[in-house]
């Protein structure tokens, strides 16, 4: 850490700051910046976790060198790492996963009907949203527990494991006990209080970015999992907000590569919220996969016009089956020893 | 709600439109759009909430023409909402109301000190955070329980009612207990489940914009409170995210007369979370009471040095006073009616 | 056009829009949005062009049902245009074209070592600038009109077409003389008085988005271009203004396949300006080719140490290398038609 | 300036990094920072403009400590600045500012007509556009030199200087001889070309922030007109892009208080722009004179109706009448001693 002064800085200004940070237990050392001082802080810097340094008189700025982030990042772990969902792998840097389904299960007729679509498409996961965040108070928000029960119905008829999103920690027991994996939406992700719940489940968990984070904000919401102990994350990016209304939100592919070059954690792209509009779903997906993403997160409905939910993004079975051949080779000509493996 | 086809619609498909609208129970009436045939849509337009109009064949899009919140508009109450907060009136138009005190509850003493320096200052509100919700999982994260006694102390002791954070449903009834008013925060604002909960609650409620929220998210999350039949709602103004790193957000005072425009909810500006910067917030302060703000939301700690979250951004006890001192002038010369009844 | 009227509005209101809207020529049909009238405009809507309809009495909104483009949009023309640079065809919707080479250009020697690496690579266009635009007075802006003519000879000597950026209408006639393209930056996207005067001069134009332009601003800035009567229009998506320092800019991708939806132009990507890293340049630039992008326009610098700008996001010749071999399999797999003529 | 090493640097790179800046005439200091190395560099910085260092083998990041613009900072010049338009001051931390007239220069008679109006209720400056860059190519673009002359002469005829658009480089010239301020807008900003000849006029520029120009972006374009040698630049905030359609832009009035804590340079608000909404124009007008603007400038129109370039942002002269009543008041109450010297 490096504490940079004003020019006008006293001596004394230093000497106050240097006494706050010896008494801590850390030391300094000085150094000059063309007239301005520099204090380097060096030691075990969590002592001074909740040291204010910037408001010392004569400062200028607190300029930290180390990412706040310890159990996300790469420095924690070399290799690329693997969550297990029902008995399905996600990441690892060479499997393409395909999570496919309705934005929210709305009939267990339907549901099945489009896990059996996707299945036969080369999807390994289901997603259904049993409990649905949705901006009006009075738009359908899901079926709750008996959406739950459908989704483990429909993965055992078809035998694929299943994805839903959990949005109070008072759900978090029965989202466990009928869903392979907990999704915490793009509004949850600086919902603390239940990071903290999904990270105690030990569940597998999918963390998708909010709408207004950095990667950085990203990471650190992943490390209030991981430091419950859980740490079957996989995060997923699905669009910050922007200004251009052509899309719903504004798909943020680099953050792919910049997941990829800070942190070990699976990251997948969910094109569908992302765009909002279903023609702008395959090329994203295409492109997420090329950006090297461990996998898309697709919606997919068998009958767009009784979607009660985000019709106008949804993919038909076919179009889905579609695409999912175009990942195939794509993805086998980015990696043609895995592809090879999977023949 | 008006359907416009794209250019080559056929008529078959305006016809499975107008069929399917029919049969929700509402009207249609054709007209000619320069080749474009547009179909509005008249009668009871629930029914067709859950119907996707916009993915029907032939259609290229479907403008809706009323607001999509209802409680939270114009429409609902002519004149401005005045909500109670203990024996503190907030809102109404001409007053202007001080809500101050610091980030965080740290200690008795600290917030004793604080909350009598504020209330001698001008301030008819103590703020204090017992539930932070933090960027790391390793900051210093409030006191819970502990805080929300010391607030209920603090305000016996001193005779003026409290606000504090509240970010889960199962502190909401602990909150209710001990504190006036129930804050839900900016990483909040659509955590729906907590809304529902507060909105319960009966309890008086600030509710922070999303820093990613349009002002209709923001008034249709103050309608999931709304419909709870819990009508005490005031918004605040916080800042949005800015691509400008000079301040911490990116303050839209405009959001201010956009809420004026379309609400009778009474809306506040939080200067200190909005800017980051304690010299910022004064001039920001004043401009939020001469934007027709009711009521601005101020850090103030009186040892700044101490404080374990946000201290650049608190102000000082003797600055917080120099403030209030303006803005009693700024509001006076814009409510000379109102000025001259407080006195 | 629709003229939606609010609530309250009276019978005189709609009867004087009627007036003003049937003097310019253009006819009306009324219709009822329940309880609101709405007014649809017919006829050669461009005699209203300088009408302000929205500030009539009573009236609530104007609803535009076209695009505000028409040479850039695809009604104007159904298949995907061709723009010749050169002898180099961009464009078509089954071409892949690599421009590449320094961003400015600095020496003869450097120039002509980096235009032979670049072809021998793949790429088809040699890029260097000769004017900056530099956010700071005191940065290097560029050799000017030698730097101009360095890029003459080196395209002779290496047999490959150059782009250059123009920024100020007194340029254009030593550009369009010394090089095949003329490139509009970001910044100079409104600057319309340039647009119009590349537009004058028939040569090639690539056309950056700029960094705060929607996609409709980006395509009202080609008919800029195209209303003079210059149809040699290459779109180059570059990123735009995002609030992670993570990135220096935030690529939209999505904006290329909603180019691809409503426009014949060809479009590009600039994964080097768009990043700013380096390390994020050839995964952004292989997700570009998988969302349909005509190409990609990418900084190679042989000697980095020695840049006098951008020098963080220039990647080696040899890395330029593997990356064009990338690109060919990805393209190759998408759009076998087009790999298998190419050989 | 810091340069910092990644943990894995070796002690040849440092040495690299090292002679490169000695051999460019500056010093170092080497400090460690718990596992890093950092390099502070000091001496002639200048020196170093073009030399990459954050390219150099195991640079992790380079920190400059020093802000880019030298001429438009607070350390250039203690007091705060004052520029003459006409026989007009502008600035100074005292005086406010009301610049008033139409968007678009349309006939003599209308433009007289409001020139009165405006005069007489308090502005001091008429503004008026001669060219107008407007997103369309089919839109109204201004009367161009002819509308220069009626400003000219609507300025003699009540006695008020003028304000005036210019947007190319070759009618810098016939703006100087026919208005008393060059205004640089927000799409021009970053036109450097543009920038240096408004510098080499000498006349006052009013230099409108870009849309996505964070303030250094902003004061890094005044320095282009400053190290010309021209220092008569008043700034201009409008509104920078935001994600919310509820106005045209995002008005940043903190940027008022940032460039107060950064520049001496005069800083006016222009809330007719920011908001695009006439009946917001009045509170960010009050805002913006609390927040510590030096002035504001706002859209004034006789016959809204008739205008031809945003008409639905004028206010007539009546409300402007009004707001120039609040203006006058606030601005009393908050700088007293001006008040009383003005009367």
Redesign the interface.
Same mark, same amino acid.
């Given at each position: 850490?490096?504490v940079?002064f004003k020019p006008g800085a006293s001596a004394d200004d230093r000497a106050k700051l240097v006494a706050?940070v010896r008494a801590a237990g850390c030391q300094t050392?000085e150094?000059?910046?063309?007239g301005?001082a520099?204090v380097?802080v060096?030691?075990d810097?969590?002592t001074l976790?909740?040291t204010?340094l910037?408001?010392?008189a004569g400062v200028?700025s607190v300029?930290r060198?180390?990412k706040?982030?310890s159990l996300a990042g790469k420095e924690f772990r070399a290799d690329r790492s693997v969550v297990r969902v029902g008995d399905v792998m996600v990441g690892g840097g060479d499997r393409f996963t395909l999570v496919a389904g309705p934005c929210a299960v709305e009939s267990y007729e339907t549901l099945l009907e489009t896990a059996r679509a996707v299945k036969a498409a080369g999807a390994s996961i289901l997603r259904g949203g049993a409990y649905k965040?949705?901006?009006?108070?009075?738009?359908?928000?899901g079926l709750g527990l008996e959406g739950l029960r459908m989704l483990r119905e429909a993965s055992r008829a078809v035998g694929i494991p299943t994805v839903s999103e959990v949005?109070?920690?008072?759900h978090v027991e029965a989202c466990v006990s009928n869903v392979d994996m907990l999704q915490i939406g793009t509004?949850?992700m600086?919902?603390?209080?239940l990071l903290?719940e999904v990270g105690k489940s030990g569940h597998p968990v999918m963390l998708k970015r909010?709408?207004?984070a950095?990667?950085?904000?990203w990471l650190?919401a992943a490390?209030?999992v991981l430091?419950q102990g859980n740490m079957k994350v996989v995060l997923c990016e699905r669009g910050?907000?922007?200004?251009?209304? !052509?899309?719903r939100n504004?798909?943020?592919?680099?953050?792919? !590569?910049?997941v990829? !070059?800070r942190s070990h954690l699976p990251v997948m792209v969910d094109p569908s919220h992302?765009?909002g509009v279903a023609?702008?779903v395959a090329?994203?997906a295409?492109?997420?996969?090329?950006?090297?993403a461990d996998g898309v997160m697709v919606e997919v409905h068998c009958r767009?016009?009784e979607?009660?939910c985000d019709?106008?993004q949804a993919l038909s079975p076919e179009d889905f089956a579609e695409l999912a051949g175009?990942l195939r080779?794509?993805h086998?000509?980015?990696h043609p020893a895995a592809a090879a493996k999977a023949h």
């Open positions: 850490m490096l940079v706050a050392r150094v000059d910046g063309n301005r520099i380097a060096v030691g810097l969590e976790r909740d204010p910037d408001v010392f200028a300029i060198l180390t706040p982030y965040p949705r901006t009006s108070p009075y738009a359908f928000r949005t109070d920690p008072r509004r949850n600086s919902n603390f209080d903290v909010g709408r207004d950095t990667v950085e904000d650190l490390e209030y430091s910050v907000r922007g200004f251009d209304p !052509a899309t504004l798909l943020d592919l680099a953050a792919v !590569a910049v990829r !070059a992302a765009t023609a702008y090329p994203m295409r492109a997420a996969c090329a950006a090297g767009r016009e979607a009660r019709a106008a175009d080779l794509l086998g000509v980015l």
